[in-house]
């Protein structure tokens, strides 16, 4: 588990980093190790059978595969190192098994059925390629979950920016009420749901509305405004709860 190793070696400030001469040395030692494997099978090895060419050309496979995985851009897995790791893990394994039953159990075997050799290298692929594409959901999944949370983390922020700029020219009378407002709006929970798009915009609306009618002077109302806005982010977080 060279990769693995290397980027375990090469973590730093939270992201995981492989330079590029790591990277070409892990490849090059992996294509002479391929390499060597072949020599010393062929110079050992005389006799083929279809089912010995299959085991070594799923073999040859899995040398292939990990080597690609050095050309992986390093951005793909910057957010998420976890998910690097996992993938390679799971080539690791997927190489140690193939070279395992392929590359040196199936050559043994002076005459071995080509069922029994094609099926369970077909298996072993599939499941490789079925953990492999799991990774890569599992980190589609949370990446997109986190980049919805994000956005809506800064929606949030940024009626709280717009309010707090008014703390000073809020009358003192409704000042307790405004408090409440954006204290509902800092504690508001951040995940969101498509269902509640229409309500958030109203909610932007109103407070922009808020913020217009104190920089205009219309200080009339304010209390029943921020007692609708407050009623509204009431709304928003109870249905939140319940979309979970």
């Keep these: ?13 939270g992201s995981v980093k492989i330079s590029v001469k790591a990277r070409l040395l892990y490849a090059i030692v992996l294509a002479l ?13 005389h006799a083929w059978e279809d089912a010995h060419w299959i085991a070594y050309g799923f073999t040859l496979l899995a040398f292939l595969l990990l080597f690609l995985e050095t050309f992986i851009p390093e951005g793909k897995y910057k957010r998420y190192p976890m998910f690097g790791m996992a993938v390679s893990k799971v080539s690791a394994t997927y190489f140690a098994v193939q070279l395992f039953f392929g590359g040196i159990l199936a050559m043994i075997v002076p005459n071995p059925p080509l069922l029994a050799v094609l099926i369970p290298e077909i298996v072993v692929l599939l499941a490789y390629l079925a953990a ?25 922020q940024s009626l709280l920016v717009s309010l707090e700029r008014l703390d000073g020219a809020v009358p003192a009378e409704v000042r307790p009420q405004f408090a409440a407002l954006k204290e509902d709006l800092r504690f508001s929970d951040p995940m969101s749901h ?46 939140c709860r319940m979309l979970k």
């Design 194 to 239: 498509d269902a509640l798009v229409p309500l958030e915009e109203r909610i932007r609306m109103k407070v922009y509305a808020l913020c217009d009618a104190v920089d205009d002077k219309r200080l009339e109302g304010l209390e029943k405004e921020i007692a609708t806005l407050r009623t509204l982010v009431h709304e928003r977080n109870s249905r």
């Design 33 to 45: 190790v391929a390499a060597a494997y072949s020599v010393i099978l062929f110079n050992v090895k």
């Design 132 to 156: 492999t594409l799991a990774v890569v959901l599992a980190k589609g999944i949370i990446a997109a979950q986190d980049d919805r949370i994000g956005d809506k983390t800064r929606y949030l």
């Design 1 to 13: 588990q060279i990769l693995p190793a290397l980027r375990r070696a090469a973590k730093g400030g």
